[in-house]
C-alpha cells in the first residue's frame, strides 16, 4: 500500500511539473499581442482574432453586465441600441487549470458579524457559473484565458427576443460574429469588451422584414462590461455610501433580499431604494455643496435645439436637489470631445434612432449588493417630437394664412422634449412612474402628460401645454431619498418627518401596478390624463375634440402635400379623448387608496362615491352617440385613397373594410369598442357586482348594463334608417352585444358579473323578439347571434371589431413618417 501511494504522488509531482512546463509566462505567450491596460488588463492577438484577459484579482467581487451597442431599431423588438441587461455580482475562481467567473447568491443573505451564520446561508442556496476558462498563461499568480468564446454568445437573449415577438427562429452563426475592436477600451474603473453578433435564422416576421437588409440574417453589437465595485466595508466604516430602507409611500425602485440573520420577530425580507451616492461637504448646513456631484452628459449627436431642450430638461433636477440642501449637486454638461460614453464614471444621455414609434428608457447600472447607482444611461428616441407637432398641427395648424404658427407648434414640441428628458433622467436617479401626480396641477415629472390644451376667445391655446420644472413631489422624494444626516441625527425619524409633511402637502404617490392595468381601481392613478377629476377633464376633453374636428380643414396639411396625408393629422385629433376616456372609465367601481401603513392616518380604501360614479357612466355613454362618433361631412369629403409612394403607416391611420377608400364608420368603431371594453372589463363589472356590499347606494352591474341596453338598443328609430347616425348607433349596438358575450363566456371573470351579461343578453333577445322593427337583416343578424351564442358559446365568434390606431408610447410620437417608456 505504502509503495503504491509513493508511486501514485510520484506521477502526481512529475504530471503537475509537465503541466507547468506547458504552460508559458504571460510575457512569451503574449509575444506580438496588443496589451490594453486598465481595470482588467487584456491582449489582442490579430492573428487569430482572439482578446485574452489577464485575471489576478481571485475571489474579488466585480460586476458584469451585458448591453446591446447597435440594436435591431424596432421597438417592437426592443432590441435597442444602448439597453443594459441584468447585472450580475460574479468573481473569478481558480481550480487547477480551470478558472471559473461564479456569481455569488445574494438574494439570501446573513448580515451578521458572524462567518459561521453566513456560511450556513452561503452553502444552503446554489451560485451560478457563468463560463469556465482554461488557463492560457501564468506568471507568479497571474493568469492568461482566453476571453473570445464567453464574448460570442447572445449575451443580451436576442434570439429568445425575437422569438418572443414571433419574428422567427434564430440562432447565433459564429461564423459571421467577431470582436469589434473599436469599442474594445479599457479604463481605470471598468472594461469593456464589443462583439459583432450575427443571428441566422428561418421565416423572419414583418418587424425584422422592416429593419433589417436581409431579414433572416440579424447583425448587431452586443458589448461586455466589467466593473469595479465600491469597497462594502470601507463605504461602512466612512459612511460614504449606506444602504436606505425602502418606504412604499414615497417612490423607489431598488433591491431587496432575504436576511436569514433577523430575528425572528422580525421580517426576514429587506428592501432597499436604489439610488447614486451624494454627501454633503457639510452635513449640518442647511445648503452645502456636495463632496462630488452628480454629472450628466449629453449626447453630442442629439442636433439643435433638441440638444438644449434635454440639457434643459435634465437640468431641472437641481432643483429638486438644492429643496434636500445640496449646492449645484446636479449638472447636465455636453459630453466632451475627449470623453467615452462607454467610461462608467459618465452618466449619459444617448440619443437614438428607431425606424418605429416606441419608448424612452431610464436605465441604471446598480451595485445589486447595496442599491448603489454606479452610472445611469438615459436613452431618447430621435423621432419623438414628432407627435406633438402632429397633435399641435390638428389644433392650431394654419399652413394657407398663418405660418406664424410653426414656431409656436415647434415651442410645445420642445417643451415636451425638457418633460421627457427629465422624465427619463428620473428614473436613473432611482425614481419609478408617479401616476397620481396629475391630480395636483402636475406635481411629477414622473407621471405621464398629456398636452393641457385650452380655447378661449376663440382660439386655441398651447402656452401651458407642459408644465415647466421639477414638480413638489419630485421634490419631496429626492428630500426623502437623498438627504444627508449629521451623525448626532436620528435617521429614521427624520425620513418619517419628510413623508409626513410630503402627505400633508397632498403629495401621493402610485405608480404602473395601479394605472396600466385596464381594470384597475384607482379613479386617479392614470396615464396621459390631466386635472384633478377625470370625469370633469373628460367633458372639457371632448369639447375641445368637438371644436378642433369642427374647424379641421386641409389647411392642416402643408400644400403640395397629397390629400390623403390628411388622415395622420386627423387620427390624433379625432382619439383626443382616448385616454381620458379609461380614466373616466376607472371611475366605475373604482376607489381611492394609498400605500398607508398602519397608524399614518392615510385613507386605505374608499369606494368613489355613487353621485360620481354615476356622473362618469354618463360621460362614457356620451362618447357612444352618433354626434360624437361621426366624423363631420367636410372631412369625409377630404380624405382620398392614398396616393401613389405616399402609402401611411398602417398603425398610424384608420383601419377600414372599405379597401382603399376612407371607412366613415372605422374611426367610429375603433372608438366605441375601446369604451365599451372599458366599461365592461372583467375585474371591473366585478367589483360592480361586489361594492354595494360596502355601500348600499353604489350602483350595481345590474344597473349599468340595464342602462346600457336601455340606451343601445331599445331605440327603434336606428332601425328605421339607413342614415350615417343610424349605422353608427346600429354597429355601436352589436359591439356592445359582442362585449356582453365576451363577459360572459369568460372563464375567469367572477360568476356574478357573468351571470349579469347572460342576463343582459337576454333582455335584447326579449326585446328584439317583441318589437316589430324595421331593418329586419340587422334584428335577425343579432338574433342568429345570440341564438348561436346560446347553443355553443365557444365557438361563437364576436364583431371583429376595428382595433384604434395605436396610442402609447404618446411620448416618442406617433412615427407614421417612417411607423407599457420602461426603467430598471
Not at 506547458?22 to 489582442?44: P, R, V
Not at 444617448?350 to 425606424?355: C, I, L, T
Not at 422624494?477 to 418619517?496: C, T
Request: hydrophobic share 40%; proline share 6%; glycine share 6%.
Amino acid at each position: 500500500m505504502k509503495k503504491r501511494f509513493i508511486q501514485t504522488l510520484t506521477f502526481v509531482i512529475i504530471s503537475a511539473y509537465s503541466l507547468a512546463q506547458d504552460i508559458k509566462s504571460i510575457d512569451a505567450f503574449t509575444i506580438g499581442m496588443y496589451k490594453n491596460e486598465g481595470f482588467l488588463n487584456f491582449y489582442w492577438n490579430d492573428k487569430d482574432g482572439k482578446v485574452y484577459l489577464e485575471i489576478d484579482k481571485f475571489d474579488t467581487e466585480l460586476l458584469y453586465y451585458p448591453s446591446l451597442a447597435q440594436g435591431v431599431g424596432s421597438n417592437d423588438i426592443g432590441l435597442d441600441r444602448g439597453r443594459l441587461g441584468q447585472e450580475h455580482v460574479v468573481k473569478f475562481q481558480r481550480s487547477g487549470n480551470k478558472v471559473l467567473m461564479i456569481e455569488p447568491n445574494y438574494s439570501y443573505r446573513a448580515i451578521s458579524e458572524d462567518p459561521l451564520e453566513r456560511r450556513a446561508v452561503e452553502q444552503s442556496f446554489a451560485k451560478s457559473v457563468h463560463f469556465g476558462f482554461e488557463v492560457k498563461a501564468e506568471t507568479y499568480g497571474r493568469v492568461l484565458v482566453d476571453l473570445t468564446p464567453f464574448l460570442i454568445q447572445d449575451a443580451v437573449g436576442a434570439i429568445q427576443d425575437i422569438a418572443r415577438t414571433r419574428q422567427g427562429a434564430f440562432r447565433l452563426d459564429a461564423s459571421r460574429s467577431a470582436l469589434y475592436l473599436p469599442n474594445t477600451k479599457n479604463f481605470p474603473k471598468n472594461s469593456e469588451f464589443e462583439v459583432i453578433i450575427t443571428l441566422t435564422g428561418d421565416n423572419p416576421g414583418g418587424y425584422l422584414r422592416e429593419v433589417v437588409p436581409i431579414a433572416n440574417i440579424v447583425t448587431m453589437h452586443q458589448h461586455h462590461s466589467f466593473v469595479e465595485l465600491p469597497d462594502i466595508e470601507a463605504d461602512r466604516k466612512t459612511k460614504a455610501f449606506t444602504p436606505r430602507e425602502f418606504d412604499p409611500r414615497i417612490g423607489y425602485g431598488g433591491i431587496e433580499y432575504f436576511d436569514y440573520a433577523t430575528p425572528i420577530s422580525e421580517p426576514i425580507m429587506k428592501r432597499y431604494i436604489s439610488r447614486h451616492r451624494l454627501q454633503k461637504k457639510d452635513p449640518t448646513s442647511i445648503l452645502s455643496e456636495p463632496v462630488k456631484p452628480i454629472i450628466y452628459y449629453m449626447d453630442p449627436g442629439a442636433p439643435e435645439p433638441i440638444r438644449s431642450a434635454l440639457m434643459e430638461g435634465g437640468a431641472w433636477w437641481n432643483q429638486a436637489y438644492e429643496a434636500a440642501g445640496y449646492k449645484d449637486a446636479f449638472q447636465v454638461k455636453l459630453l466632451p470631445a475627449d470623453a467615452d460614453p462607454m467610461d462608467v464614471r459618465y452618466n449619459l444621455i444617448q440619443w437614438v434612432h428607431r425606424s418605429t414609434r416606441g419608448w424612452s428608457y431610464g436605465a441604471s447600472i446598480i451595485d445589486p449588493r447595496t442599491g448603489e447607482i454606479l452610472k445611469g444611461k438615459v436613452t431618447l428616441g430621435s423621432l419623438r417630437v414628432r407627435q406633438d407637432f402632429l397633435i399641435a398641427q390638428g389644433f392650431i395648424g394654419n399652413y394657407e394664412t398663418d405660418t406664424s404658427k410653426v414656431g409656436e407648434i415647434n415651442q410645445m414640441a420642445l417643451d415636451r422634449l425638457k418633460q421627457l428628458s427629465a422624465h427619463e433622467i428620473g428614473h436613473t436617479l432611482g425614481l419609478p412612474h408617479n401616476y397620481i401626480s396629475s391630480i395636483n396641477g402636475r406635481a411629477s415629472v414622473m407621471d405621464y402628460p398629456h398636452p393641457l390644451i385650452s380655447y378661449a376667445n376663440g382660439k386655441f391655446d398651447l402656452s401651458r401645454a407642459y408644465a415647466m420644472g421639477i414638480g413638489e413631489y419630485d421634490k419631496a422624494s429626492i428630500i426623502w431619498g437623498y438627504q444627508d444626516f449629521p451623525d448626532h441625527v436620528n435617521e429614521k425619524a427624520e425620513l418619517e418627518k419628510i413623508v409626513q409633511n410630503t402627505l400633508r402637502k397632498g403629495l401621493r404617490f402610485l405608480t404602473d401596478q395601479d394605472a396600466r392595468p385596464e381594470g384597475s381601481v384607482s379613479p386617479s392613478a392614470h396615464l396621459w390624463d390631466n386635472g384633478g377629476d377625470a370625469v370633469t377633464e373628460l367633458k372639457r376633453v371632448t369639447e375641445l375634440r368637438k371644436i378642433a374636428l369642427r374647424e379641421f380643414t386641409d389647411n392642416k396639411i402643408r400644400v403640395n402635400t397629397p390629400m390623403s396625408s390628411v388622415e395622420e393629422v386627423l387620427v390624433p385629433i379625432y382619439m383626443f379623448h382616448r385616454y381620458q376616456t379609461e380614466s373616466a372609465a376607472k371611475v366605475l367601481g373604482g376607489a381611492d387608496y394609498n400605500f398607508a401603513l398602519r397608524g399614518d392616518g392615510q385613507v386605505i380604501y374608499d369606494p368613489v362615491p355613487a353621485a360620481k360614479q354615476r356622473e362618469a357612466f354618463n360621460a362614457l355613454m356620451q362618447t357612444l352617440t352618433p354626434e360624437f362618433l361621426a366624423v363631420p361631412d367636410h372631412i369625409l369629403k377630404m380624405i382620398p385613397p392614398r396616393a401613389f409612394r405616399y402609402q401611411a403607416n398602417p398603425r398610424e391611420v384608420f383601419k377600414r373594410h372599405t379597401g382603399l377608400g376612407f371607412d366613415p364608420l372605422a374611426p367610429a368603431e375603433a372608438s366605441a369598442a375601446f369604451t365599451l371594453r372599458l366599461m365592461l372589463n372583467p375585474e371591473r363589472s366585478a367589483r360592480l357586482v361586489s361594492q354595494k356590499v360596502m355601500k348600499p347606494d353604489l350602483p350595481t352591474l345590474a344597473e349599468i348594463s340595464s342602462l346600457m341596453v336601455q340606451k343601445l338598443w331599445k331605440k327603434p328609430e336606428m332601425f328605421k334608417n339607413n342614415s350615417y347616425y343610424a349605422q353608427i348607433d346600429r354597429m355601436v349596438a352589436m359591439l356592445f352585444l359582442d362585449q356582453l358575450m365576451s363577459l360572459a363566456n369568460n372563464k375567469d371573470a367572477a360568476m356574478e358579473a357573468r351571470a349579469n351579461a347572460y342576463g343582459a343578453i337576454d333582455d335584447i333577445q326579449d326585446w328584439l323578439k317583441s318589437n316589430t322593427v324595421d331593418g329586419a337583416g340587422f334584428a335577425r343578424l343579432a338574433l342568429l347571434k345570440i341564438k348561436q351564442f346560446e347553443e355553443n358559446p365557444d365557438i361563437t365568434i364576436p364583431t371583429n371589431a376595428l382595433a384604434a390606431p395605436d396610442g402609447a408610447p404618446i411620448d416618442p410620437g406617433y412615427e407614421w413618417l417612417n411607423e407599457d417608456c420602461e426603467w430598471k
